[in-house]
């Protein structure tokens, strides 16, 4: 199950490695790992390499290692889970419907508040910004360009509401976000589709409007899920 890991940066390929297998399930809670000797032999890396790389799992939560029992994979309750990396090895994963309601609800929580307080605080420029974000979307010519700008629109929302917390946010949720917003367009018919629902948004912020805000984000959220799970419009 464990496959070598390639010739780049051995620590990072290592911790790569485990980490996917531990999310995806195939490495289970519970499950033991190898013996130290055993497991670099099997990764072809130093056990200097591998020890540092379970410090990183360890640190994540994802295994807990104990001097008799040896290395043990953790309940994903105990999990970082809004490490970025986690995160990634999650979204890498084929997304469970389960997950999708996690992000969805992690997004209601968030996005809709923040564009209400952002129609309350933004600042003349980052009104300038937020168009600009909305214009890189309406102006993109395929997917990854969309996905970029789209992400840009929500991390200048976020920065609108003049929030330091709220700010600092982003960059915890900006790969699950980034995933999201990528695997909703690539569902749609059309990756534009969520145009008019980001027009509604950015109307609302620059107008001072936050209920109107929050009703827009509330609504574009509802449709990416829709989008990621197969029911969205078509």
Partial sequence: MVKPVG????????????????????????????REDLLAEQLQVSRTALREAMKVLVAKGLI??????????????????????????RCA???????????????????PGAAATAARR????????????YDAMAASEDLDAWAKADLAFHEILLNATNNSLMVSLFSVIETALGTFFLLSARNAANFKLALP????????VRRGQPEV???????????????ILGQGRR
């Fill in 93 to 111: 994963s084929m997304p469970t419907d389960s997950f999708v309601e996690q992000l969805v609800e992690m997004r209601e929580l968030i996005e």
């Fill in 64 to 89: 807990e290692s104990r001097q008799r029992t040896g290395a043990r994979v953790r309940e994903a309750i105990h999990w970082k889970q809004l490490d970025a990396e986690v995160l990634a090895w």
């Fill in 122 to 133: 933004r600042t003349d420029a980052q009104i300038v910004e937020l168009k600009a974000a």
């Fill in 7 to 34: 010739s780049r940066s051995l620590h990072n390929q290592v911790v790569d490695e485990l980490g996917q297998l531990i999310v995806s399930g195939q490495l289970a809670p519970g499950e033991g790992l190898p």
């Fill in 213 to 227: 805000a929050r009703k827009a984000m509330l609504e574009m959220v509802a449709e990416s899920r829709a989008n």
């Fill in 197 to 204: 629902r980001h027009q509604k948004v950015y109307e609302a």
